[in-house]
């Protein structure tokens, strides 16, 4: 893998030009039906999802959509989704269960979008009701942190029993500029704040957050995007073919996600 | 016998905490000119009125123990993992210096306390965050006991309370934090699919990942009056949107008229609530 701080990787991560959910449901499926809407009060573009097939199996694809061009940016509001683009997810979520198609979600957005309307409409229950219906899916999930996966907005699709992630993908608590401007009041501190948090692959591997990483081209996913897409299909087919044969999908999840900051095991508790 | 003076002991304790949480410099500062009108209100009638000023209604922020007390019968309180404490999993420079400094000044090892107590005689475990720890902050040792409480309340089919005061995710822990919002609502899931029943009260302030995980999971949510409840902070969306935010945003008020709350308490009405919906749900109530 290719040498680089925490900071170019951010920078990497979120680049235009690099491969997006709709290149990757383009490239990786055949068949792709685009579901749309949260049937409650909106589409939102931001989450791109629907029904496809994966090797001839129909499975749920759903991901953070960032948009091409300046003018999709405005409409998929560059990735950041609102209650509407989660309350969507989970009806595809639900949609997956009831026909036991697997669920394979790609991750990346700067965060849920924090706006007055947004929270208006319940941004706070619309990611914790994801989180809580993604933990219980009792069919296989497989999670892609393809960009930038910022916060609780992203790991709101992330609940899966694998998560892979791309080697110039981060993936955080919140931006590197909002973490030195809470801790530092000076977001121009960003670089510094890159490598304090552990936000690159290699260091989510190491910290168990993340199941595998994905190599990318020496210089980024965006210089050859067709050769990321082989190593995608080729990392999600090795992590999803096991699960299929895994009885207790929820079961399997909740010991993954239960794990992460487990005392007892630590020797740390107790003063 | 033995274990009547057991139960005392634990309450002696608790009234310890609890009025040490009373001493605290942020209960100082409330008294001296409230938040909410500039009053200044002796120590002693703020105390009288469970902390909320009698001039404007504000509800200040109050320690955990303070909490339990006020709403668990008395010789009921017995702590669950009392001794549960943050690992500096990611190294992170002076975590460790900050979380003793703060186990000095407010006696707790983590921002939120677990009990196992009666209210009006009906068993049920109760989880606290307490802001003046980290702000209540997510990082680990809080998710683990959180998930740890909803985990007790399943084993032994007993309803559960949380009440929530936290700034969001704790910053030093990183990733880890913000996967503690995965672990507590899957812990939630289960538990509601189990059947457990689960009442959520916000108090002053909730926002960020403690909004956007267990604390909007409640089969009944309630929250005290006034309280700020938001998944993104108002600073941030006033930057995002470049506007002024409308008076009474993201209020307990606001979020009851939005739909996401059942019901407003007042703090000297909350114990009362409680008892109420306990015995609502109650199994052996049910019929059939």
């Known amino acids: ?271 | 016998m033995d274990n009547h003076l057991f139960l005392q002991r634990r309450e002696r304790l608790m009234a310890l905490k609890s009025r040490r949480e009373g001493k605290s410099p942020q209960v100082r500062a409330v008294a001296g000119k409230c938040p909410g009108c500039g009053a200044a209100i002796p120590k002693a009638e703020l105390a009288k009125n469970l902390y909320v000023c009698p001039e404007c209604g504000r509800h200040h922020p109050i320690g955990a123990y303070l909490r339990l007390s006020l709403i668990l019968d008395p010789n009921s309180f017995r702590e669950l993992d009392e001794r549960l404490a943050a690992p500096n999993a990611l190294n992170f420079p002076g975590y460790d210096d900050k979380l003793k400094a703060l186990r000095r000044a407010t006696g707790l090892t983590e921002g939120a306390v677990s009990a196992r107590g009666r209210i009006d005689g009906r068993e049920c475990v109760a989880c606290v965050l307490d802001s003046r720890f980290f702000m209540g902050s997510m990082g680990s040792a809080l998710g683990e006991k959180v998930t740890r409480a909803v985990e007790h309340a399943q084993k032994y089919k007993l309803p559960l309370i949380i009440f929530s005061a936290s700034g969001g995710a704790r910053m030093q822990e990183g990733i880890l934090s913000l996967m503690q919002m995965a672990k507590t609502s899957a812990a939630l899931e289960r538990f509601s699919r189990a059947g457990g029943f689960y009442i959520s009260v916000f108090t002053h302030p909730t926002t960020g990942g403690v909004t956007a995980s267990f604390a909007s999971l409640g089969d009944i949510t309630l929250a005290e009056p006034g309280a700020l409840i938001g998944f993104a902070g108002p600073r941030v969306i006033e930057q995002t949107i470049g506007e002024k935010l409308p008076d009474g945003f993201q209020r307990s008020e606001y979020l009851e008229e939005h739909g996401f709350v059942d019901a407003i308490v007042p703090r000297g009405e909350l114990r009362a609530a409680l008892a109420r919906l306990l015995m609502l749900h109650e199994r052996g109530n049910r019929r059939g």
């Not at chain 1, 791109?48 to 759903?62: D, F, K, Q, S």
């Not at chain 1, 300046?70 to 989704?81: H, K, R, S």
């Not at chain 1, 909002?178 to 948090?197: C, N, P, V, Y």
């Not at chain 1, 989510?204 to 050859?224: F, N």
């Open chain 1, 1 to 271: 893998m290719a040498d680089r701080t925490a900071e170019q990787r951010v920078a990497l991560a979120r680049r235009a030009g690099r491969p997006g959910t709709a290149d990757y449901i383009a490239h990786l499926f055949t068949d792709f039906f685009e579901c749309r809407g949260d049937r409650l009060c909106r589409e939102d573009p931001s989450i791109l999802g629907g029904v496809a097939l994966y090797y001839g199996r129909p499975v749920t694809v759903l991901g953070h959509r960032k948009g091409k061009s300046l003018e999709e940016n405005l409409t998929c509001n560059f990735g950041m989704p609102g209650p509407e683009g989660y309350r969507k997810a989970q009806r595809l979520m639900k949609q997956a269960e009831k026909f036991r198609r697997p669920v394979i979600t790609f991750i990346d957005t700067p965060g849920a979008y924090p706006g007055l309307e947004a929270e208006a409409r319940g941004q706070g229950e619309a990611i914790a009701s994801t989180l809580a219906l993604m933990s219980a899916l009792t069919v296989p999930a497989v999670a892609v942190v393809t960009g930038e996966g910022g916060s609780g907005g992203a790991l709101a699709l992330g609940v899966a029993n694998a998560v892979l992630m791309l080697e110039n993908a981060v993936y955080s608590v919140l931006s590197p500029e909002g973490f030195a401007s809470i801790l530092w009041k000076d977001s121009a501190r960003s670089g510094e704040a890159a490598e304090l948090m552990k936000l690159t692959a290699a260091d989510l591997l190491e910290l168990g957050v993340v199941d595998a990483v994905i190599p990318e081209p020496e210089e980024g996913a965006h210089t050859a995007p067709e050769a990321v897409y082989a190593a995608v299909d080729q990392a999600l087919a090795a992590h999803l073919t096991p699960l299929l044969k895994i009885r207790d999908c929820a079961g399997h999840r909740y010991q993954k996600f239960r794990a992460m900051g487990a005392l007892a095991a630590s020797g740390r508790e107790g003063l």
